[in-house]
């Protein structure tokens, strides 16, 4: 049984994780995912402890991908709880070089063992090994990325609910910039659009790693999604829900011209 | 590289009644971890799973925000986490980058499971700390 799969051949939420089946699904089902790798988690914990033989098992297997790399954790489904792992696993972007995947690797299956996410654990009442499964795509270098909700997450509404800047997707997950705000009706118009405070980007460094960009002051406030671009959003939200049915919460981005989906799972707490 | 070496391990007053055979089952368990400098390894008060050896570097360590000592190659810390799943002691945190050998609940308690020799010499070795904690 392989321990490297490509991504729409990740079946398994027990092997894989959550975001690899997720992101497989989404390439079998026709959406805009960027090709990769799945990792199964136990070649994850091999790779970590410095195992030669899945180190090779791994470089062989995605020996194809172009560098630099964004490297993802997948949460294993345990009892249920891995859609609210979220923010407590590492993803690394901008792995430069398959020389340095191993690495990345180690890194992220001790991110499921930090203190920080042992702590977690506990606070919902699971105290048992972590397993953690790898996405491994090419990392994209984007003109603008964001989240979107396919349903207000707070009120329920059936409104699509986006939050977007200039960059990778990050300094909008990360709170380092207030996003623009934009709600569309199902039909793709506007109900509602609120410039955001965008002073910084977050861009692939040339050597690895990612870095703050200070932007000029004419992008800080101009909206960083065209009209065309807001429709694009609108017809991946239709399509996400006839895929997966409503209330998704999609992280997307727009590089090279093209609408791409990075992530797309269920909103985990909405309104009425 | 598989493992910690074994003479890194050697110098772990908890493994010190270990064999060089017993020393190398767990050597193998342990995988290389780094910091960098000004990161927080464990943060007095959470939960914790892993204990950790340093090959290279320094941390500090603090309990209620006062600084306590330096650590530095061969030193280690959180050592009780192997042992219970209670909360840390005290925060460490890495002054200069940090080349640690970390090693997880989850591995060691399966080896001290199914091999009662080494769970007795850990049992006399801490019992031993105790005594020596409790003479001041």
Redesign the interface.
Known sequence: MSRVVPLEAALELSRFGAKAVGLGQALRDGLPVPSGFALAADLVEAVAGGDDDAIAEVLVAVGGLDGPLAVRSSAIDEDGVAASFAGQHLTLLNVPSLEALAEALRAVWWSANSDAAISYRKRVGLFSRPSVGVVVQTLLSPVSAGVMFTRHPVTGADERVIEASWGLGEAVVAGLVIPDHICLDRAGQVRECRPGYKAVAIRPLAGGGTQEEKLPPELVEQLCLDEAQLLALNRLALRCEEVYGPGRDLEWAFADGTLVLLQCRAITKAGP | ???APVEVLQRVPLFADLSLEELQQIALLF???DFEAGET???EG?????FYVIEAGEATVSIHGTPHSTLGAGDFFGEIALID?GT?MATITAASRLDCY?L?Y?DFRPLVEANGVIGWKLLQRMAMMLRDARGG
């Not at chain 2, 959470?46 to 892993?50: H, I, V, Y």
């Open positions: 590289m598989r493992g995988k290389e971890r390894i464990i943060q959470s939960g914790g799973s892993a799943d840390r970390g997880t989850w």
